[in-house]
């Protein structure tokens, strides 16, 4: 009997990502297409056999596949057994069009923090209401690829570092509740994205995403100590709903909502 794809597909509302796509196959094998988009792969059970640019190519564990759009390429499974994948779909916010030569030239890179950091915007993108962590992982993965496409020495920060990262927390501290993004307040502060989260992680140890988390997590506590309903404190915090909260505060507090408000006194 031929196991069933499975496939879940979906659009984050995060800028520069047109669409996510998590599958399952085991016989399935891609004829030749192009994508308008980057396409962002990462495979986490088999692998695949590609060819991209009349050269075949392999994508192992280990591997982290970077495909430009407009370039014909197919797919198909190398085991029996099939593969698992997980892709990000990447329009030109991140990646130029300049990038699609390397791009093609060494589509398959061994990196293991790249790797790394792909599976944990897969999981924040997966989670509505992360969307600030998904654009912060976001803009460290693209200036990590564009260093293998374009290796260069790294710039020394520039010296308004300090005076960014407190610009930064002060517009995080002003909308904890309805949130900002990552490339609005880049454009509110008139600075590159990367250079933000850099900033504001080198001054402060923290990520941007989990800075306004944890201030999050701050007010409910004081709400739920109020005797004000999970459900309630979810929405008055700017958690996107009660699962967002619990989730986020039981990794910061040890405990969720409901039992962390059972036990005031």
């Given at each position: 009997m031929v196991a069933q794809p499975e496939v879940s597909a979906w659009r984050p509302r995060v800028p520069g990502v047109t669409e996510v796509f998590h599958a399952h196959f085991t016989e399935y094998a891609y004829p030749m297409h192009v994508h308008e988009a980057w396409t962002l792969l990462i495979v986490d059970d088999g692998a695949v056999r590609y060819d991209l640019d009349r050269h075949e190519h392999g994508t192992p564990h280990d591997t982290v596949s970077l495909l430009p759009p407009h370039v014909p390429h197919n797919g198909s499974p190398v085991t029996a057994h099939g593969f698992r994948k997980r892709v990000v779909y990447l329009d030109g916010?991140?990646?130029?069009?300049?990038?699609?030569?390397?791009?093609?030239?060494d589509?398959?890179?061994?990196?293991?923090?790249?790797?790394?950091?792909?599976?944990?915007?897969?999981?924040?993108?997966?989670h509505p209401g992360d969307e600030l962590e998904a654009e912060?992982?976001?803009?460290?993965?693209?200036?990590?690829?564009?260093?293998?496409?374009?290796?260069?020495?790294?710039?020394?920060?520039?010296?308004?570092?300090?005076?960014l990262a407190r610009t930064l927390r002060e517009l995080l501290d002003g909308h904890l509740t309805q949130g900002i993004g990552l490339d609005e307040a880049a454009r509110l502060m008139h600075a590159h994205p990367t250079h933000l989260v850099r900033a504001f992680s080198g001054a402060y140890g923290i990520a941007p995403h989990?800075?306004?988390?944890?201030?999050?997590?701050?007010?409910?506590?004081?709400?739920?100590?109020?005797?004000?309903?999970?459900?309630?404190?979810a929405a008055a915090t700017g958690f996107y709903d009660q699962s967002h909260l619990t989730r986020h505060f039981k990794r910061l507090v040890g405990v969720p909502p409901g039992r962390y408000r059972a036990s005031s006194r």
């Open positions: 916010t991140h990646l130029g069009e300049d990038l699609i030569g390397s791009a093609v030239d589509p398959d890179l061994r990196d293991p923090v790249l790797r790394l950091r792909v599976g944990q915007l897969h999981t924040a993108l997966g912060s992982r976001l803009t460290l993965i693209a200036e990590r690829l564009r260093t293998h496409l374009r290796p260069r020495t790294p710039a020394a920060a520039p010296r308004d570092s300090p005076t989990q800075y306004l988390m944890s201030r999050r997590v701050d007010r409910a506590r004081r709400l739920l100590l109020d005797g004000r309903p999970p459900g309630d404190v």
